[in-house]
């Protein structure tokens, strides 16, 4: 049986209508601003565009070496921003080196010894500009000690660790991929030591813990670089790191939940990231203006003993300082009373002391002048003169040409050893006194002295000629008779 509907033309038409304008009064709440995301659109199957080329979303490619600081990272930190760690100073710290490689990548390391230099350098560029100086600076207040040490005893896994007097912020060693490797440093200098200003209060400077490891080149030199990576820390005194550490966490627990959201969770280890390697002659001078330079590119300096004139009498101790040198060196800066308080202090003992501790032990008056006088540094000559005496003829250093029995170079006549001459009062006097020394020749003996202009004329040596003298100038003496006429 079928039923039959019959509607006239007048109804359907206003019931098309009716259900017409509900369907458009909906469109707006659909699409509302909560509901509507335009990521959503987009990954549609319509918009989407596989690129074969490009690895899966869930793929990423891992570094084949990684290092993790085992130290906290601070929860001051804003979102995208670079982590920070707070360290000690001189506390030993676990850096742990894992090797990431994807089965069959790198296969010339697989059992393998590599290379890996650590360094804690400038985070400022303003700062890596200057990095010899401050580095100088530093080792000049604290003589004897380095930035950077690895605590052998506490790390495993590494193998003839190194480090190089010309490299105080640095250390080498090597390590088995194949090992488990964990390798402990200190860092002993603090990021307020490289503030500006010393006042009380300044914020330090932060540091950075640089990693560059390296394969065995064709050479048998570990020359080809692999990997670098390095972290922002701050040092502070001991137990300052914590306090610094505890300050934090309890500046981020005062704050809102919509403030948290924009800073970063504090993570037990910090993983160093990926950079460049840092170079190492990045700041040799290049100053060429203040090194003479000569003919020859062999350079021979013959020093005869008998003939050496020490000009200025060493006042400085030295870090190296044996523990008698130390007494000596007190009773000589009139430090009597002293010698026996510190009767087992060495150089290296003497210099590490602060104003403080110096204060402390010796009461005001005599820890300032004793702790002036180990800080005292060499002032700089007003003016540097190189001389040299031009050797006669007949002269039996200079007879022999070419090789000797052991196949090396001799001296040839045209080779110039000069002498460096530091003058402070800038006057003819002090610059005659000072060549005779080089001479070796008696004061007295000594008639007039001259400098030959152009064309060859002889001018009369004069306090304003020596005041008006270059900077480094080179000189030749030669030496003559003075004829007398009755």
């Known amino acids: 049986m079928a039923w039959v509907l019959k509607m006239d033309d007048a109804t359907i ?42 690895p899966p979303e869930n793929e990423t490619k891992n570094p084949p070496f990684q290092y993790v600081l085992c130290a906290a990272t601070s929860p001051a930190v804003k979102l995208h921003d670079e982590t920070l760690t707070y360290l000690n100073q001189g ?3 676990e850096v742990r080196m894992l090797d990431n490689r994807n089965p069959g990548e790198l296969p010339e390391l697989t059992n393998k010894m590599v290379k890996s230099i650590v360094r804690v350098v400038f985070h400022d560029r303003r700062l890596q500009y200057t990095e010899h100086q401050q580095l100088e600076g530093w080792k000049w207040n604290r003589p004897g000690d ?3 040490d690895i605590d052998i005893p506490m790390s495993v896994g590494i ?41 009380g209060g300044e914020k330090g400077v932060p540091f950075r813990i640089q990693f560059d ?69 990045a700041y040799v001078s290049t100053n060429q203006a203040a090194t003479p330079t000569f003919s020859s590119q062999k350079c021979l300096l013959y020093i005869n003993p008998s003939s050496c004139v020490y000009l200025c009498p060493e006042q400085q101790l030295s870090p190296t300082a ?33 104003r403080d501790d110096l204060v402390q032990i010796c009461g005001p008056a005599d820890g300032i002048r004793l702790f002036n006088a180990l800080k005292s540094r060499s002032v700089r000559p007003r003016l540097t003169v190189y001389v040299c005496q031009e050797s006669p003829p007949e002269s039996p250093l200079l007879e022999t040409q070419g090789t000797n029995e052991n196949e090396e170079p001799s001296i040839s006549s ?27 020749l008696p004061l007295g ?36 008779l003075c004829r007398t006429y009755s």
């Open 213 to 281: 490891t390296f394969a065995l080149g064709e050479g048998g030199e570990y020359t080809e670089h692999l990997h670098s990576a390095s972290c922002q820390i701050k040092v502070f005194k001991p137990k300052g790191a914590d306090r610094k550490q505890k300050t934090d966490r309890e500046k981020m627990e005062k704050r809102t939940p919509q403030e948290k959201e924009k800073y970063q969770p504090s993570y037990d280890t910090t993983i160093l990231s990926e950079c460049s390697p840092w170079p190492d002659n």
């Open 322 to 354: 044996s523990i008698q040198d130390a007494q000596k060196w007190l009773l000589k800066n009139r430090f009597n009373s002293y010698t026996r308080l510190f009767s087992h202090f060495s150089g290296s003992d003497l210099l590490k002391l602060t």
């Open 146 to 148: 380095r930035l950077l």
């Open 414 to 440: 045209n080779l110039h050893v000069y002498h460096a001459l530091y003058l402070e009062e800038l006057t003819a006097a002090e610059l005659i006194r000072k060549m005779a020394c080089v001479c070796c």
């Open 445 to 480: 003996k000594i008639n007039q002295v001259y400098r030959q202009g152009p064309t060859g004329i002889l001018i009369l040596l004069s306090d304003q000629m020596v005041y008006n003298l270059a900077d480094e100038t080179c000189f030749l003496i030669s030496t003559g």
């Open 159 to 199: 193998v003839e660790p190194k480090t190089h007097p010309s490299q105080l912020n640095a250390a080498e060693f090597l390590w088995d991929l194949n090992k488990r490797t964990s390798v402990f440093v200190q860092v002993h200098c603090i990021s307020t030591e490289f503030t500006p200003r010393k006042h």
């Open 13 to 54: 038409e206003s019931g098309l209508v009716h259900d017409f304008d509900a369907s458009l009064s909906g469109i707006g709440q659909e699409l509302g601003a909560g509901a509507y995301s335009m990521s959503d659109v987009l990954a549609l199957p319509i918009f989407k565009q596989e690129d074969p080329s490009l």
């Open 91 to 93: 506390q030993s710290y």
